[in-house]
């Protein structure tokens, strides 16, 4: 039996502080078939950060000439701020069979749905609002200003949570990476990106 298989495009959206980047960091270890898209930011490098390797960091020049020359699956304005996932370097990977994995924002979320209704989206949710203030808190990169802008959005962002094709609540690490890992390896089965050849 041969098989032939189309990378999956996995979207991972939700709430700042709700543990996605930890969810992302779970998968990679369990499952090494998934790699992580380096979005863009204009935002400034934090504390740890490293190019290239976190963000791709850019100027509010440098972005608008990638938006003219349309090389971006998605772009939106976060937090003040603006991300974008290169169009070109995710398409090269999931041409290659590679799992990109996006974690995005819930607007560049439903863009790439839009644009790839194959893909495997997830929103990530916290067990509650308090939760995500004590994680935002407890994680200390950001100002309190930034702190209350965050908690404000995320009230909003939890409502595109039925668009999304999973919901996922955080609550204990351990059980949500499981989830995690058992949406993944069904889908990787799943006839829009699995066709095996029986001789």
């Known amino acids: 039996m041969r098989e032939n298989s189309r990378g999956m495009l996995l979207v991972l959206s939700g709430p700042s502080g709700c543990g996605k980047g930890t969810l992302v960091r779970n998968l990679q270890e369990a499952d090494p ?32 000439a990638l938006i003219e020359q349309d090389a971006f699956l ?4 976060v937090h003040g701020f603006r991300y974008g996932t290169l169009k070109q370097e995710t398409e090269e990977r999931l041409a290659r069979g590679e799992n990109v994995i996006l974690d ?36 200390a990169t950001e100002s309190e200003e930034q702190v209350l802008l965050r908690l404000s959005n995320a009230r909003k962002e939890v ?13 204990a690490l351990e059980d949500a990476v499981q989830d995690l890992l058992a949406i993944t390896r069904a889908e990787k089965h799943n006839t829009v990106r699995f066709f095996p050849e029986i001789n």
């Open 33 to 64: 078939t998934f790699v992580f898209s380096i979005s863009c930011t204009t935002r400034a490098i934090r504390p740890g950060e490293i190019p290239d390797v976190h963000y791709h960091y850019l100027t509010d020049e440098r972005f608008d």
């Open 74 to 77: 998605e772009y939106a304005s």
């Open 104 to 139: 995005i924002d819930p607007q560049g979320g439903m863009n790439v749905m839009k644009k790839h209704p194959d893909c495997v989206s997830i929103f990530v949710l916290p067990p509650s609002f308090e939760v995500l203030e004590q994680r935002l808190r407890k994680r």
């Open 159 to 171: 409502l595109c949570r039925g668009q999304y094709r999973y919901n996922l609540i955080n609550d």
